[in-house]
Every structure is written in structure tokens, then in C-alpha cells.
């Protein structure tokens, strides 16, 4: 890996959203990552990924006859990817697990390495068949070979690393393999730990106390992904139990969250942690050539109307409708998107809870809205949700749809297709929220709690609406959810809707407004860019100023 100058980084993740044809991603913390792998190619920045190969993926996941979702698991056929001919070995609860290591750079992507266990059904299988599944220990035995693994794989492929970059917790037992190869050279573990501190960036992306994930030591021990360290030097590392998140602070040199909001709400979580790393913010960009539909960003550039662009991007969506749910969608109806993971906090279904305004808006065809989304297989809150969101389409037939099974595909349809992007999650709960990014750049109108990304984006009623800007303004409500939701439809009624039927001109103009605020500032390549000047340069330089001691 050639540096150009720049430090080189090898970044890890459990998750990659690279392609719709590479099923070994679940949301927005995956396809971020993909979108950074193409970045950096598009930067000519030195930069590898690894993470795994889930043979099964995720979820498929399907709607039965009573609105319910159900999973199914297919096992994939990677024949696309390169066989690097290259294992490596990890230990795995008393067993030797060999994985091999695939590679593809064919997405637009610098080379991303993936490591496999083998088919589902064979001995080790099923430590990298499906992400996110499983029990307890199936998660350890992945993230086993996710870092360790990672680690060995980029020797055992001459790839030589300054920058180890986790993308959340999972990855941070390859802290330890760094540590251990550093104590065979005859440091002491003080010593190691603190050498290996300045090889380590660490981004923590949950901004919720009990979704950041603990393991008791025993177990740890147990499935052996200690990698030679004793109970002492993990609680250390990591408490008793031991944090992923904790470990990943106290083992990296500089942490990250992934917006303003979302660091402060950071630093507040883990202000208790002695020994912890300071956490600056780098908010998140997206991949604009994979998300930004050519015919909005040419009409954009070109100072062009784009009304027309937009409308042909949207008649794609509607079209995609059709085909896979038989309904015929107008497209001179305000047509509302909302697609995310299937979560509560999340409020997929907020804008359902006043019947009496939503009936209004859709009898009277003012309103339709798309919905799409997966829960969590052992979900059942999420579940619900999008069993909600079903049946809102089948007591709306002609004005709500819900599709299933969301992934790239419907993602893009959506970011592009629809006029607005509903936003609500319950505030702090939301790190970033990289779709709303993706559909500014397209000029599909967010209109969003101030939360996430948002804190930092879309001007009130000049290219998106908030509804923090009118709640103040509004009686008092005994909740949030009951503000957000008020709201929300005084700002549908009110101003949403008689823009978008009455004053053409104004709402081309704040689509205009949220491309150009979104263009930059919201883009992979500022994202990237930050990485290296704030964490990458100084975590290299303090590493050069160590050797220069020694």
C-alpha cells in the first residue's frame, strides 16, 4: 500500500455496504463504511478495509399475510470476489478456526479484505454466516476473527499499517493482537499498551448507555478472544464487565463521534472512564456519485431546472412501486420517504398517532407516503413497528406503501424519488443519520427533529423545516412525542403542503439551497479529509515522536 506522503490506514468493520450485490451489511453503520472505502479511493488515499463475510448476511426480510415481518437465510454465492489464496488461523473457544481471506476493489472502492469461516454448514461456519446473529458467543467467536484475525490477515498479507481505525467496538480485540505482538519483542505490557495507543483511531457511533455492548471476563477468557491476556490486564483495559466501547477509548489515541451533537452526548456518557481518550467530532459524509441521483447533480451544476430531474427521479420510484407492491402512485402528489432500521426510538410510525390529521391529508390525496425498513430478527418492539407501518398501508391502499426487505436498491429510490424526508427519532438517540444527508443532495426536503446531522445542516423554511423551530412556538405539550407530533402537522398543513401545491418557484429553490448546503459540508471527502488532519497526522506524528525518544 503506497502512502503518498499520508499515513496509512487499514479501517475496521463489522459491517460493508458496498453494493447491492454484496449482501454483508445491515444500516447506516455499514453503508457508511462503504461509503468511506470509496472515498478514499476517489482521494487516493492510502486506505484498506477489513471485515467479514457473511454468508448469510443480515436478514431477508419479508411480510407475511398479518403484516408481521419474518426472516429467511439464504446462503450467497460470492464467485465475484478474489481468492487471495492466503489464510490465517485465530482460536475460538479450544479450536483452531482457519478463515480464509476474499478481496474486492470492483465497487469504486480501495481493496477491502473480508475473512470467512467457512459455509454455514461446515465446522466453523457458523462463525461468520450471519451478522449481528446468534447469542453472545457466536457475536465474541465474530469479533474474534474480525480484529485478531484482522490483524493476522494484514500481515500474513505483507500489508504494512500505521493507522488502525475501529469503526465502533467490535473490532477492538485487535487492540490486543497489537499489544501481544509488541510484548513478544520483549516490552512489557505498559509498554506495548502505550505504543500500540498511538497506531489506534476509535469511532463510537452509540449514543444509548445499554446498546454498547458488555462481556463478562470469564467469557471472554472462555472463547479465548483474550489473545494471552490475563483477567488483570483486560479489566484494565476494559472494566469488569468488560466495555467494548471503554476498551476502544482507553486503547485509542484519539476517538471520534459522528456529529456535534452526538460527541457532546459522547463525552457526557463516558465522562466517568478513567484513562479514557478525548472524543472530538468528525460528522459523517456520504459517497455523493453512489447516492446523488446524475441527473439532479447535472441539472444542479449546470444551473438548470430541477424540477424536471427530480420528477423523472421520482417517477423511478413510483415505477419501482408498482412492480413490487401492484399500487399506482401519483406523481404529482406530495410523496413522503421515511426508511430506516425498524427501531423505537427511531418512531417509524409517529406521524399515524393524530388519526384525525392523517386522514384528513391522505382521503384528500394531499399526502402519500413511503415507508420501508428492517427490524432486528430478535426484535419484537421493531417487529411491531413495521407491522404498524403494514397496516397503515392496507387501511390507506391508494396513499401509503410499505416496502420490504430494504436495502441499497430501495435506498437509493428512496434518497432521490421522494420530496420530503421525514426524520423523528426521540432526541439524543440519534448519532448521525446519514440518509437525510443523501437526500439533501438530491433536493428531497428534510423535514426533521434537530438531532444527529441535523444540528448542523438543513435552515429552517430555506433548504428543509424543523420541527424543534415550531414546537417553542406551539401550546405545551405534556410530551415529546406529543410535541414532535403537533409539530410535525402544523408544519405539514401550514406550510409543507401549501408550498409544494401553491408556490413551485419557492420550494425549487430551497431544493437548490439543500443541495448546495449539502454538496460539501456532508460529503465523504470532507469526512475523510477530517480523519486525516485531526486523527490520523497527529496520532502518526505522536508514533514518530515515541521512535525519536527511543
Known amino acids: 500500500m503506497q502512502n503518498h506522503g499520508k499515513p496509512r490506514v487499514a479501517y475496521f468493520s463489522m459491517e460493508f455496504g458496498l453494493d447491492e450485490s454484496l449482501h454483508i451489511y445491515c444500516g447506516g453503520l455499514g453503508i457508511l463504511a462503504g461509503d468511506y472505502l470509496k472515498t ?65 476493489d470492483q465497487f469504486g472502492n480501495v481493496p477491502l479484505y473480508l475473512l470467512d469461516a467457512g459455509l454455514p454448514d461446515t465446522a466453523h461456519g457458523w462463525m461468520t454466516s450471519k451478522l449481528y446473529g446468534g447469542v453472545e458467543q457466536d ?25 488502525y481505525h475501529f469503526n465502533e467496538g467490535h473490532a477492538v480485540f485487535a487492540g490486543f493482537e497489537l499489544i501481544k505482538e509488541k510484548m513478544a519483542l520483549g516490552m512489557d505490557f505498559e509498554q506495548a499498551f502505550q505504543m500500540s495507543k498511538k497506531e489506534i483511531i476509535f469511532t463510537t457511533h452509540t449514543p444509548v448507555l445499554a446498546g454498547n455492548e458488555i462481556h463478562k471476563i470469564g467469557l471472554i477468557q472462555y472463547m479465548e478472544a483474550n489473545d494471552g491476556l490475563n483477567p488483570d490486564l483486560l ?15 482507553r486503547m485509542a489515541f484519539l476517538a471520534n463521534g459522528v456529529s456535534e451533537l452526538h460527541t457532546a452526548t459522547a463525552n457526557r456518557m463516558w465522562e466517568h472512564v478513567p484513562g479514557r481518550t478525548e472524543i472530538i467530532s468528525i ?22 431546472d430541477l424540477w424536471q430531474p427530480h420528477q423523472k427521479a421520482k417517477q423511478d420510484l413510483l415505477n419501482y412501486v408498482k412492480e413490487k407492491t401492484g399500487k399506482d402512485l401519483n406523481p404529482d402528489i406530495l410523496t413522503i420517504g421515511f426508511a430506516r432500521r425498524a427501531a423505537p426510538y427511531k418512531r417509524g410510525e409517529l406521524i399515524f398517532r393524530n388519526a384525525d390529521a392523517i386522514d384528513s391529508l391522505l382521503n384528500d390525496n394531499k399526502l402519500q407516503l413511503i415507508f420501508s425498513g428492517k427490524a ?16 397503515m398501508s392496507v387501511k390507506y391502499p391508494n396513499n401509503v406503501v410499505f416496502l420490504e426487505n430494504y436495502d441499497m436498491i430501495i435506498g437509493k429510490l428512496l434518497v432521490s424519488g421522494c420530496d420530503i424526508w421525514l426524520n423523528n427519532p426521540k432526541r439524543p438517540l440519534e448519532a448521525s443519520g446519514t440518509s437525510g444527508m443523501k437526500a439533501a443532495m438530491n433536493g428531497v426536503l428534510n423535514l426533521s427533529v434537530v438531532d444527529g446531522w441535523v444540528a448542523e445542516g438543513p435552515t429552517h423554511e430555506v433548504s428543509g423545516w424543523l420541527l424543534d423551530e415550531v414546537s417553542k412556538s406551539l401550546p405545551e405539550k405534556e410530551t415529546e412525542d406529543e410535541r414532535d407530533l403537533q ?64
Open 40 to 104: 478514499a479511493k476517489d482521494q487516493g488515499f492510502p486506505v484498506v478495509g477489513l471485515g467479514i463475510l457473511w454468508r448469510q448476511d443480515y436478514t431477508n426480510q419479508y411480510v407475511g399475510e398479518d403484516g408481521w415481518p419474518y426472516d429467511t437465510y439464504k446462503t450467497y454465492d460470492f464467485d465475484f470476489l478474489e481468492d487471495t489464496g492466503v489464510t490465517v488461523n485465530v482460536r475460538v473457544r479450544g479450536e483452531n478456526v482457519i478463515c480464509k481471506i476474499w478481496k474486492t
Open 139 to 163: 457475536r465474541l467467536a465474530n469479533e474474534i476473527i474480525l480484529g485478531i484475525g484482522g490483524v493476522r490477515a494484514l500481515r500474513a498479507l505483507g500489508i504494512e499499517v500505521d493507522i
Open 235 to 249: 479489566q484494565r483495559i476494559g472494566d469488569e464487565p468488560f466495555g467494548m466501547t471503554i476498551a476502544g477509548l
Open 283 to 304: 460528522t459523517n459524509g456520504v459517497h455523493a456519485p453512489t447516492w446523488q441521483d446524475s441527473r439532479i447533480r447535472n441539472a444542479y451544476k449546470d444551473n438548470q
Open 376 to 391: 432486528h430478527p430478535n426484535d419484537g418492539p421493531g417487529k411491531q413497528i413495521v407491522q404498524k407501518l403494514v397496516q
Open 487 to 550: 409539530a410535525l402537522y402544523h408544519l405539514l398543513y401550514h406550510s409543507i403542503i401549501p408550498t409544494y401545491y401553491d408556490d413551485r418557484k419557492r420550494w425549487i429553490e430551497m431544493m437548490r439551497a439543500s443541495i448546495e448546503m449539502a454538496e460539501h459540508q456532508f460529503s465523504g471527502k470532507r469526512m475523510i479529509e477530517d480523519y486525516y488532519q485531526k486523527l490520523y497526522e497527529p496520532a502518526l506524528q505522536a508514533q514518530k515522536e515515541s521512535l525519536a525518544i527511543l
